[in-house]
């Protein structure tokens, strides 16, 4: 291939990629057009650690959390030495590593959740009091959805566990992944909690609202079925803050 002919093929490449690109340019700007026209709701009510936008037919925005950490090497087998709630890290319903530790010198309340149980609008509605009462004394309630139970948990991590609970008016604290709270594939941090509060009938969870309390050094210090009304814990919480 001679010189000139190099030229002349660069020449067309040039031409070709400078028109894709244009092109390129004005899809760009039309799709941004369109979604800007499109109406949006936000659920940015309930969960101080997010914003989400449940628009229609776009993909959600999400804010990562402030607390957002690098995971804790904390195995299934490790959750045996564990002392407190800090040796452990959890991801939160946007799939951010968040270190536990950040809770320290705090009252936890640790409830496992469910959207479609005969105990869940009581249950969403005592939370909701609970953390209104004691949120500004100290108190956090760390809220793990669970599908282990009935199939009560059936929404997705992310904007949909955020968007039914704003759906439910359901403000009640912070809230985390999807997990197991019983079996071989259990959580650690739930693992560790069992060990820590056992139940009556044993240290497995009955049912979804089982709830741990956790004092200001990070201790598992009582255990309540999911019967209990969250708000009969606010004495043992006073206790506590």
């Given at each position: 291939?001679?010189?000139k002919?190099?030229?002349?093929?660069?020449?067309?490449?040039?031409r070709?990629c400078?028109?894709?690109?244009?092109?390129s340019?004005v899809?760009?700007?039309?799709?941004?057009?369109q979604?800007?026209?499109?109406?949006?709701?936000y659920?940015?009510?309930?969960?101080?650690?997010?914003?989400?936008?449940c628009?229609?037919?776009a993909?959600?925005?999400?804010?990562?959390?402030?607390y957002?950490?690098?995971a804790?090497?904390?195995?299934?087998?490790d959750y045996?030495n564990?002392s407190?709630?800090y040796e452990?890290s959890?991801?939160?319903?946007h799939?951010n590593?968040?270190a536990?530790?950040?809770?320290r010198?705090?009252?936890v309340?640790i409830v496992?959740?469910?959207?479609k149980?005969?105990?869940?609008?009581?249950?969403?509605?005592?939370?909701?009091?609970l953390?209104e009462?004691?949120?500004?004394?100290?108190l956090?309630?760390?809220?793990?959805?669970?599908?282990?139970?009935?199939?009560?948990m059936?929404?997705?991590?992310g904007?949909?566990?955020?968007c039914?609970?704003?759906?439910?008016?359901?403000?009640?604290?912070?809230?985390?992944?999807?997990?197991?709270?019983?079996?071989?594939?259990?959580d650690?941090l739930?693992?560790?909690?069992?060990?820590?509060q056992?139940g009556?009938?044993?240290?497995?969870i009955k049912?979804?609202?089982?709830?741990?309390?956790?004092?200001?050094d990070?201790?598992?210090v009582?255990?309540?079925a999911?019967?209990?009304d969250?708000?009969?814990?606010?004495k043992?919480?006073?206790?506590?803050?």
């Amino acid at each position: 291939m001679n010189l000139k002919h190099f030229q002349s093929i660069s020449h067309q490449a040039f031409r070709y990629c400078s028109r894709s690109l244009a092109a390129s340019e004005v899809f760009t700007a039309q799709q941004t057009t369109q979604l800007s026209q499109h109406r949006r709701r936000y659920c940015a009510v309930l969960l101080p650690l997010f914003t989400v936008s449940c628009a229609a037919g776009a993909e959600p925005k999400v804010a990562k959390s402030q607390y957002s950490t690098t995971a804790l090497d904390m195995s299934t087998n490790d959750y045996k030495n564990a002392s407190t709630i800090y040796e452990f890290s959890a991801k939160d319903t946007h799939g951010n590593d968040v270190a536990l530790e950040k809770y320290r010198g705090n009252v936890v309340l640790i409830v496992n959740i469910a959207s479609k149980c005969g105990l869940t609008k009581t249950n969403y509605q005592k939370l909701t009091d609970l953390k209104e009462k004691y949120g500004e004394r100290g108190l956090h309630i760390l809220n793990f959805p669970c599908n282990q139970f009935g199939s009560g948990m059936p929404e997705a991590d992310g904007e949909d566990t955020v968007c039914h609970l704003r759906d439910a008016k359901a403000d009640i604290g912070e809230v985390f992944a999807k997990i197991d709270v019983n079996g071989d594939e259990a959580d650690p941090l739930y693992k560790f909690l069992k060990a820590k509060q056992t139940g009556i009938l044993g240290s497995g969870i009955k049912w979804n609202f089982t709830k741990f309390l956790i004092n200001k050094d990070g201790v598992p210090v009582d255990r309540y079925a999911p019967t209990t009304d969250p708000l009969d814990i606010g004495k043992d919480i006073e206790k506590l803050l």
